[in-house]
């Protein structure tokens, strides 16, 4: 499987910034995407980062809150903007391989707090 | 769009014995079921998946088993061990769409 990493592992942020979540994975990946994970929660799905096009977002989550990149096949960002307390959960990239492969990993998370 | 239901919630069972956890989907269609662990503080870990082409899969003390015709699929652990405890979840998909999550079962392993 794909080596993926995250930076920051963690964050505590002040209402009102921005906070840019970074993925990278050793390998091209056909796909990527972006989830959130309340404490004791499932995964939500934000959004699919497309490769040189705009991410296709879920129901309830919008760009200008969640602006993602994905420049190239094994790289993609997601930023927090303006962010307020409800903000704070674990970002999770994830990502899935070679194509007609439905297997699917993910990053270690990014654990954000914000005050 | 695909719903996907799973229980128990939370789940203890005494070490040695067998644990299993269901999950029921709503979309004919999907044809692809993969389980996950995430122990606490830690990322998900895919742990076994099946296709819908076949009924069961094993590997060591975990199984998977699919009913496409009840759109239920459940996740087999047997001689359960301390390790095992964690939260697992299940999902379901068509092809190359989007992954849809269970709500999670928490499980523990009573030593």
């Known amino acids: 499987s794909a080596v993926i990493s995250q930076k920051p592992s963690r964050d505590i942020c002040q209402r009102g910034t921005s906070l840019t979540i970074q993925c990278q994975v050793d390998?091209?990946?056909?796909?990527m995407f972006w989830y959130r994970q309340q404490p004791g929660q499932s995964l939500t799905l934000i959004a699919t980062?497309?490769?040189?096009?705009?991410?296709?977002?879920e129901s309830g989550f919008v760009i200008d809150k969640f602006p993602i990149s994905r420049p190239n096949l094994t790289f993609s960002t997601l930023t927090v903007s303006n962010m307020s307390p409800e903000d704070s959960s674990i970002y999770l990239c994830?990502?899935?391989?070679?194509?007609?492969?439905?297997?699917?990993?993910f990053g270690p998370g990014t654990r954000l707090t914000v005050t | 769009g695909e719903n996907v239901e799973q229980h128990p919630s939370t789940l203890s069972v005494q070490e040695g014995d067998s644990a299993v956890i269901k999950c029921t989907y709503s979309?004919?269609?999907?044809?692809?079921f993969p389980w996950y662990k995430q122990e606490l503080g830690k990322r998900p870990q895919l742990i076994i998946d099946?296709?819908?082409?076949?009924g069961e899969k094993k590997d060591q003390r975990i199984a998977v088993t699919l009913n496409k015709t009840a759109k239920h699929f459940s996740l087999h652990i047997t001689e359960t061990q301390p390790e095992d405890s964690a939260v697992y979840f299940c999902?379901?998909?068509?092809?190359?769409?989007?992954?849809?999550f269970g709500t999670g079962t928490r499980l523990t392993i009573i030593p």
């Open positions: 979309d004919s269609a999907s044809n692809y």
């Open positions: 390998s091209q990946v056909t796909m």
């Open positions: 999902a379901a998909t068509f092809g190359n769409e989007k992954l849809t």
């Open positions: 099946i296709r819908s082409n076949v």
């Open positions: 994830s990502v899935r391989g070679r194509p007609n492969s439905y297997e699917q990993y």
């Open positions: 980062a497309n490769q040189g096009s705009e991410a296709t977002y």
